[in-house]
């Protein structure tokens, strides 16, 4: 199936979804995971309309990058675990970073964005399955206040909203109590109208469970396989 194919099925079930929730289509942002395709792939996708784009590794989208400067209203997002030692190198890079997940980081990239003169848009991911081997605050902490804290010293940072990755389970609907969950914490933190923090996005659902995301409150779905197919190389699954 080509990526056009593709997409259209992803847009119709998206556009399904929604309206079966009493959400509309236009909410839900669709942010296309490039992760491992090579520059032309993403090409495709943008030719096909896809403008929002996420990518997991500074040093892969480094390579390709250069053969993509072209497309200039496309958005990159970084949405992988991130090494404070990469800050600088992700807020040159990506116009986006949906992934930060301790004060430390926050800094390192408010300082970077300082030294290249931009605002970046920026999620906090929550650990939401409290899973060992996974990046994100964890709830049951005090990271998620410290963040919360610390934003007012971050002008460079523009706080946008949450994004997750719940546990893994071949059964979507596995995913539902974290994705509720999710939209609660989400939810709460909008009502504290909190300085400088702007809840407009909430990031969750991949190719096997966005629908259910969507019912549970995702603004944006974050899909690869189902537009690019499956990824061949190994240890890419996140
Ligand atoms: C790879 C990845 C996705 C997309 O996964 P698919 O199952 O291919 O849709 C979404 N979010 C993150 C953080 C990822 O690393």
Redesign the pocket.
């Known amino acids: 199936m080509s990526i056009t194919e593709s997409l259209a099925r992803v847009q119709e079930r998206i556009a399904a979804a929604s309206l079966r929730s009493g959400r509309k289509p236009e909410e839900i942002t669709l942010?296309a995971?490039s992760?491992t395709f090579p520059p032309g792939q993403i090409r495709a996708a943008y030719d096909a309309g896809l403008r929002v784009f996420?990518e997991?590794r500074v040093q892969e989208f480094s390579g390709k990058i250069g053969s993509l400067h072209d497309l200039r209203d496309a958005e990159w997002h970084m949405?992988?675990h991130l090494q404070t030692n990469k800050a600088a190198q992700t807020a040159e890079l990506f116009s986006h970073i949906?992934?930060v997940d301790s004060v430390r980081l926050a800094r390192k990239l408010n300082s970077a964005a300082i030294d290249l003169g931009k605002k970046i848009p920026v999620l906090i991911?929550i650990n939401i399955g409290a899973e060992a081997a996974k990046s994100g605050v964890a709830l049951d902490s005090t990271e998620l206040e410290d963040l919360l804290n610390a934003v007012p010293d971050l002008p460079s940072l523009d706080f946008r909203g949450l994004?997750t990755?719940p546990p893994f389970s071949d059964d979507p609907e596995q995913s539902r109590p974290y994705f509720r969950k999710m939209c609660e914490v989400f939810h709460r933190i909008a009502a504290r109208r909190l300085p400088a923090v702007q809840m407009l996005t909430l990031?969750m659902?991949?190719?096997?469970d966005?629908e259910i995301a969507i019912q549970e409150g995702a603004t944006c779905v974050?899909?690869?396989?189902?537009?690019?197919g499956e990824?061949r190389s190994l240890g890419?699954?996140?």
Request: aromatic share 6%; no cysteine.
């Open positions: 942010l995971v992760k996420g997991n949405i992988g949906d992934s991911e994004m990755v990031s659902g991949m190719s096997h966005y974050r899909i690869g396989t189902a537009i690019f990824r890419s699954k996140l």
